[in-house]
């Protein structure tokens, strides 16, 4: 009996192998990724790929050219084997002018990243049931990384039949590794003065074409390794890099007063210069890695009149220090897969800068676009490593969940010409609580609110009470337009605050799920409104309650009309950030009862005699 057990499950996996593999637009019959840190401190990456392509889709849109990024300045870019199997075993070798060095798309319009080159390799031959073979190499000079490292997700967009990852140090190099979603060991051997880490994989499924999946991936198989000592050496590496020499310039220097000058508030100040570096100064989209970590000094930033994200960012410190409020840029990582054991700086996803404030305290900001808010309420789940030089300390900082809460309490009347007024009380926590924007100005408010109902009179905006942590606000409530009417009825579409929910632009959710859904916060939004409308008309909308709580959060809506008069509440809570599969069910359904069209809304019309 147990024999048939086992001969059966085989039958059903090997079925569902073969059924994964058959239905693929492509497949890759074996992936090699060998990493190698040479003795004289030089590194090579070894990339091999066997694709086997089954749709015209593969070879016409996914697969039909290869893409690789490089240095030529530290790096060198061999090409090792390039040809195409063709159906019919015939061996179709890619010409030579099928191999062409472009501009990468991320270095467009910089002249500081020209120098950055894209091999495109063109696969000739390409048709259905032929076999891509790409075999290259990546040399890189000693010194242009801080060591051997790597953050290599253990994935492709199609299936995968074989994969390995091969490491190779020398004997008297230690490598810090960490497997991230799988259980899976390395083998070990040492072949002459080599140690050999090889970690092998069969049957990978695709890449789910899913949204909401998260920046770093967290329900994906990954590896990260480095051969430095720990995260502080190569953060020490990245800031001993920043130093500057000399004094900040004549123009620096100008610049900062000028807005003193003119802003005597430290958080103003702070977001002038902000919206200064955002502003007035270009972005080159090129990534840390593809900048080698490195970034040039303000003054230079400042000449070019345009840097990358981190040179940016390194600018905004600098003004922010020049202006006395103490400012330190610093590189962001998930904190699933950070390990301060592991000196990896490819598992930092971006970078912004944290500013000291004598009023708030620290203010995270970016230096490419400007928020609403303190950055460190929305990237809960991420840590911050400071880059200043601290021997032997990390300083790192851990953004943990916030109770991101919307409290909304609102008074509304209809008058006899379908025309709203009334007034709303709201409490605003974290996350969604725009104090960046409140402090510029109580007018910015209005755009929050759906509906376009905040009153434009000067003064229609009241502010409170206003920090980092929460906000409090009353607003006067008008209605430029008369309620629209169709056949007699008119509709009211309850507001609802745009900086919670109502962002993650989240208008149906597919019926199943592979992978993690990853929220850009958590949220809690309560709304209580009392409706009145005028003497003679009667709600169509009747009364309604609904509600679940389950492991994602909860949801409870009521609608109780009682003559002209309703009270409505509409309450989401959403606990985490990040659902599991086993939890997407749960998190459908009250997303679903939350976007459900005849709940967002109230009906009335004219009361038959």
């Known amino acids: 009996m147990k024999k048939l057990i086992t001969i059966i499950t085989f039958t059903i996996l090997c079925s569902a192998a073969f059924s994964q593999y058959e239905n693929a637009d492509a497949v890759f019959e074996k992936v090699t990724k060998e990493f190698t840190l040479n003795a004289d401190g030089s590194m090579e990456y070894h990339y091999f790929k066997q694709l086997k392509l089954q749709t015209h889709m593969s070879f016409n849109r996914l697969y039909g050219e290869t893409f690789i990024v490089y240095n030529p300045d530290f ?13 019919d075993s015939t061996r179709l070798k890619t010409p030579d002018n099928a ?10 319009h910089s002249a500081t990243y020209n120098h950055l080159r894209e091999m495109v390799v063109t696969h000739t031959g390409t048709e259905i049931g032929a076999t891509i073979i790409l075999d290259y190499t990546i040399v890189t000079k000693n010194g242009y990384w801080p060591a051997l490292m790597g953050n290599e997700v253990v994935q492709e967009p ?81 800031a001993m890099k920043l130093q500057t020499k000399g004094s900040a310039t004549t123009e620096l220097i100008e610049l900062v007063e000028k807005i003193k000058s003119e802003e005597k508030d430290e958080t103003k100040v702070m977001l002038a210069l902000q919206k200064y570096v955002v502003e007035n100064l270009a972005t080159d989209r090129v990534s840390l890695a593809e900048a080698g970590f490195n970034a040039r000094y303000p003054e230079l930033v400042w000449q070019s009149n345009g840097g990358s994200r981190f040179e940016k960012s390194v600018m905004l410190a600098t003004l922010l220090n020049l202006a006395e409020i103490n400012a330190v840029p610093a590189f962001a990582a998930p904190q699933k897969i950070f390990d301060a054991k ?32 303190a950055l460190q309420y929305r990237l809960a789940g991420k840590v911050l490593v400071p880059l200043q030089r601290s021997r032997g300390e ?17 008074e509304i009347k209809i008058d006899d010409s379908m025309h709203l007024s009334g007034n709303a009380d709201i409490e605003l926590l974290y996350a969604v609580n725009p104090f960046l924007k409140l402090t510029v100005g109580a007018s910015s408010f209005n755009k929050l609110v759906s ?25 006067d409530l008008k209605k430029g337009q008369p309620l629209p009417q169709t056949a007699g009825y008119y509709s009211l579409e309850l507001p609802e605050m745009k900086n919670g929910f109502e962002s993650f632009h989240i ?28 003497e003679g008309y009667e709600f169509v909308s009747k009364k309604v309650k609904v509600g679940a709580k389950n492991k994602a959060g909860s949801v409870i809506i ?34 679903n009862t939350w976007l459900d069209e005849n709940l967002r809304k109230v009906v009335f019309k004219k009361a038959v005699d």
């Open 158 to 238: 199609s299936p995968v039949k074989e994969m390995e990852i091969i490491i190779n140090v020398p004997v008297d190099v230690e490598l810090h590794h960490k497997m991230f979603n799988l259980r899976t060991a390395p083998e070990i051997v040492v072949l002459g003065g080599q140690k050999v880490f090889t970690w092998k994989f069969g049957g990978l499924k695709a890449a789910p074409k899913e949204r909401f999946r998260g920046q770093c991936l967290p329900g994906t198989p990954r590896l990260t390794f480095s051969t430095a000592n720990n995260m502080s050496d190569v953060i020490e590496w990245v």
């Open 394 to 410: 990390l300083n790192e900082m851990k953004l943990n969940h916030t109770d991101n809460k919307i409290a909304f309490e609102a």
């Open 507 to 534: 208008s149906y959710l597919e019926s199943t799920r592979l992978d993690p859904f990853v929220l850009p916060f958590s949220v809690q939004e309560n709304y209580e409104f009392s409706i009145e409308i005028p």
């Open 99 to 108: 191999f062409n060095e472009v501009l990468p798309r991320s270095a467009a």
């Open 75 to 87: 790096q060198e870019l061999k090409i090792n084997e390039a040809y195409t199997v063709l159906p």
């Open 451 to 475: 509906g376009n109902l905040v009153c434009k009179k000067k003064g229609s905006v009241k502010v409170a009470n206003s920090n980092p942590a929460k906000s409090e606000i009353t607003v």
């Open 342 to 373: 592991i000196g990896d700086l490819f598992i930092f996803e971006d970078v912004y800068v944290n500013a000291t404030t004598k009023s708030h305290g620290d203010i995270l900001l970016s230096a490419t676009q400007i928020d609403d808010q």
């Open 558 to 591: 009521t609608m109780l009309p009682k003559g002209n008069q309703m009270e409505v509440t509409r309450e989401l809570h959403l606990n985490n950030k990040l659902i599991e599969v086993t939890e997407y069910n749960d998190f459908r359904e009250l997303v």
